[in-house]
């Protein structure tokens, strides 16, 4: 895929620097890897360190699951 050069310059990517592609409704979407990183550390800024929101996650979804067989 080509992106063109006035593109790149206004979100500053060069030459080998990787980007994320995502669809937003019928709308192709790239970022800057480092962009995407940035804007995850913020959003979980607020999750203490050692925690892990996966096991909490995974450990609700069998409870859930118990439950459900339990009816």
């Known amino acids: 895929m080509v992106i063109?050069?006035?593109l790149r310059r206004a979100m500053?990517?060069?030459?080998?620097?990787?980007?994320?592609?995502h669809?937003?409704?019928d709308r192709l979407v790239l970022?800057?890897?480092?962009?995407?990183?940035?804007r995850l550390k913020a959003r979980f800024a607020h999750v203490?360190?050692?925690?892990?929101?996966?096991k909490e996650l995974i450990a609700?979804?069998?409870e859930e699951a118990k439950k459900e067989l339990a009816e």
């Open 4 to 6: 063109p050069a006035f």
């Open 12 to 21: 500053g990517v060069g030459s080998g620097d990787r980007l994320l592609a």
């Open 23 to 25: 669809l937003e409704d």
């Open 31 to 38: 970022e800057k890897t480092e962009s995407v990183k940035i």
């Open 48 to 54: 203490r360190k050692g925690r892990s929101l996966a």
């Open 60 to 62: 609700d979804r069998r």
